[in-house]
């Protein structure tokens, strides 16, 4: 009988053992909107800087494949320094579908509101509550720290066949420097020296002018606001 007493015992210690160790076995996590960032690696080609592994939208959206079918979005250098300081970012509900192309933030600047896209297909289900509460962090570092949502999408190989990386990405910035010097030649906002725009050109331009910037480079007319009017009791 004690023999069969310490065999049940032994039994018992070795079941409970194989299951604490199964229990501390690392599991793989999924990453969140809390996960500190990685600081991309930059790559200059053409003149332009360009991080290494981003896609970007012909309108100015970047994404970034972060496994898992986590598609982390934001706006390029470009935009950001077309906007200049960047007032308030309203961002489409969280887990709402978005498609590539469509609607997915309004960026205030200037009093005026800009529509930027989504680069890509799926639900928003993380945001960058820091950046759009300090929307400087989008203009200081657009490509780590002011990142704006994640996106899951199923899709991201196809989609990623609309977007542009690697020496694509890098001639198609620098083509956008050169269309806007053009288009803005006879404005005093650009830089002397050649180089990119100073910061806030967008709202700095004749409104004609303007409307017609957003209109190449976001595909969106900029909407300035209605403003209330007091009716009299």
């Known amino acids: 009988m004690s023999v069969l007493l310490v065999l049940l015992m032994f039994a018992l210690v070795m079941i409970l ?32 800087d360009v991080p290494q592994g981003y896609c970007f939208h012909p309108c100015h959206t970047w994404a970034v494949d972060e496994g898992w079918q986590l598609i982390r979005v934001g706006m390029d250098r470009f935009a950001v320094n ?19 192309g469509q609607k997915l933030m309004t960026i205030t600047v200037g009093g005026i509101l800009v529509d930027l896209p989504s680069p890509v297909e799926g639900a928003l289900t993380a ?9 400087e962090l989008v203009t200081t570092d657009p490509f780590c720290e002011g990142w704006i949502a994640v996106i899951k999408s199923h899709c991201f190989a196809t989609d990623k066949k609309n977007l542009m990386h690697g020496a694509m990405a890098a001639q198609w910035m620098r083509d956008s420097f050169v269309e806007l010097r053009e288009m803005c030649s006879q404005s005093p906002v650009l830089a002397q ?23 190449v480079f976001f595909l969106a007319v900029p909407v300035v606001p209605a403003q209330p009017t007091n009716q009299a009791a």
């Open 17 to 48: 053992g194989h299951l604490f160790k199964r229990g501390e076995q690392p599991s793989a996590t999924v990453p969140t909107e809390s996960a500190r960032r990685v600081r991309p690696l930059i790559e200059s080609k053409f003149g332009m």
């Open 193 to 215: 020296d050649g180089g990119p725009p100073l910061a806030g050109v967008l709202n700095r331009l004749s409104p004609e002018l303007r409307n017609r910037v957003a209109k």
């Open 127 to 135: 945001v960058n509550r820091a950046a759009l509460e300090n929307p």
């Open 82 to 100: 077309l906007f200049g300081r960047i007032e308030h970012i309203d961002l489409a509900g969280l887990y709402r579908w978005v498609r590539q």
